[in-house]
């Protein structure tokens, strides 16, 4: 079987071609400047091929097509005709309160995840043109709407409740429902798949660009740290996480500015980035930096896994205990350093990683804990578009 999957956002869509069995992936890429220019990137991992070429993509439609094409070429595709491709999951944002799991992807669906428009402005209406434009070019064809918020839908009140005025939960849904989670998913399952069993008190940090923690019992999500949109909880790339409402409101009234601008600023120009002095949003830049003595490099990693630390000793104390905690996504899964930076101090709950274990650790499964460790801790890498894939298979056929 091969399952197209597509991530769609306002100027970019990724897609990679993919058997739900296996993991296997056929082939996988990125079309960029879409509504600019218009350019395909494109990789064949079995074939040794990488090529990158200008393609006008006025909308997603023509970059659906740039995609489909590119699948079917002779010399550097990978099926012979799009009937190959058996059916299409698609990563929608924001599922608001209307979704606990993934869907079939029909008109009712797709007004839902109109109607969640405002919970995820910039998200939700990229997804569905990348929806639509796949209706329009492969009519019939099964398509699946994958959730980043379905994950965390079994949160209970006392965790998704903001504590403000009732009407704007009740008219507005406005509460936390968290992302990143289908990697929270991902993790949550591998995690029971490793031990045989559920009841574990898990945490699981996604420490990429973006990033999020997430508090797992049973399977099911208990916590997690973004919120109403993915800006709040530990500082990002380029977003400030956590911040006290009065520096958004000082910032408005000082330099007279909107709370649009701001948040822009909250959004793109805050987190590590701003930290280091500008040096960069990627953490092997400031490891770099640290190393060469830059002090706002260094306090960037500082509060990075400060924060972080923090988040699993509040999910540890919510969760009543912790027996596994996991690293995924691109700090997580690489960064060996930031983990042991943020397990120091974590000795009181039982977390101790083995140093050799966390240095060979590097995009690979592994245990890093080491053997007297109370909790484990793991490297697990994270792949959301293989769950896409599998709920796709499971509910188009
Ligand atoms: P993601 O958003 O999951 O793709 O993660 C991207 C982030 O992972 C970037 O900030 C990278 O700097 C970071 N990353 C990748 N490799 C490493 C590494 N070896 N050490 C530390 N961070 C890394």
Request: net charge negative.
């Amino acid at each position: 079987m091969k399952i197209l999957v597509i991530n769609a956002g306002s100027s970019s869509l990724k897609y990679q071609l993919m058997d739900p069995e296996s993991g296997e992936v056929f082939a996988k890429g990125l079309c960029e400047r879409i509504g600019l220019d218009g350019r395909l990137n494109h990789k064949v991992e079995s074939k040794g091929i990488k090529l990158v070429r200008d393609i006008p993509m006025p909308t997603h439609g023509e970059a659906i097509s740039a995609v489909l094409e590119i699948l079917v070429d002779p010399e550097n595709g990978v099926v012979k005709t799009v009937d190959e491709i058996d059916a299409v999951g698609h990563r929608v944002l924001h599922g608001g309160m209307k979704f606990s799991a993934s869907c079939v992807i029909d008109e009712a669906c797709k007004q839902a995840i109109r109607d969640c428009i405002p919970l995820g402005p910039l998200h939700n209406p990229a997804n569905l043109m990348g929806i639509e434009a796949c209706e329009k070019i492969m009519p019939g064809k099964p398509q699946v709407a994958v959730f980043d918020t379905a994950f965390h839908m079994t949160m209970p009140p006392k965790a998704y409740r903001y504590a403000i005025p009732d009407e704007y939960y009740d008219n507005d849904q406005l509460r936390r429902y968290g992302f990143h989670g289908t990697s929270h998913r991902y993790i949550a399952l591998r995690v029971q798949e490793l031990y045989g069993r559920k009841d574990l008190k898990v945490v699981n940090a996604h420490l990429g660009n973006g990033s999020s923690l997430c508090a797992i019992w049973n399977g099911e999500c208990q916590d997690t740290s973004m919120g109403l949109g993915p800006l709040a909880g530990v500082p990002m790339g380029t977003r400030a996480g956590d911040v006290d409402m009065t520096v958004v409101q000082y910032i408005c009234n000082k330099y007279n500015k909107s709370v649009d601008e701001v948040l822009n600023i909250m959004n793109k120009k805050s987190g590590v980035l701003a930290l280091s002095g500008g040096v960069s949003s990627d953490f092997r830049d400031l490891e770099s930096g640290a190393k060469d003595g830059n002090a706002k490099c260094a306090l960037a990693l500082e509060k990075f896994c400060y924060e972080v630390r923090k988040y699993i000793g509040a999910y540890a104390a919510a969760l009543g205990g912790l027996d596994v905690l996991t690293f995924t996504a691109g700090v997580g899964e690489n960064g060996s350093t930031n983990r042991a930076a943020i397990c120091q101090g974590l000795e009181f709950l039982g977390v101790k990683i083995d140093p050799e274990k966390n240095a060979q650790a590097r995009g690979k499964e592994m245990k890093i804990s080491a053997d007297d460790s109370k909790v484990d801790v793991w490297v697990i890498p994270t792949n959301e578009e293989l769950m896409i894939a599998r709920d796709t298979r499971d509910l188009a056929f």
